[in-house]
């Protein structure tokens, strides 16, 4: 899977300097308002501005994209299982 840079935009959850992007479930492109962002660094679920900048999302809009849009909510929840997974894996490695 290749990935598009961009100008570093943070993580509305975290601060991380988000710059990579990757697609799921079609081919590559740059960000566009209204796509959805999930942070490498905390599995946060962030929605593009118009300006390309991160809102967060809530809860409440998550489930209801779950409902709307079931495909989408399965593939943001398997994403951040496997965010969440890498960095467990990475705490054991060092105990
Ligand atoms: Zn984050």
Redesign the pocket.
């Known amino acids: 899977m290749k990935d598009a840079r961009t100008q570093p935009t943070p ?1 509305p ?2 601060g ?1 300097a988000i710059d990579a992007h990757a697609a799921v479930g079609h081919e590559q492109h740059m960000p566009e308002p209204g796509n959805i962002s999930v ?1 490498f ?2 599995a ?1 679920v962030s929605k593009y501005t118009e300006q390309l900048s991160l809102d967060p999302m809530t809860e409440e809009e998550l489930t209801l994209i779950k409902v709307e849009d079931p495909e989408t909510y399965y593939y943001v929840q398997r994403i951040r299982d496997g965010i969440r997974k890498f960095f467990a894996d990475e705490i054991i490695k060092k105990l």
């Open positions: 993580c959850f975290c991380y942070c660094r905390c946060g």
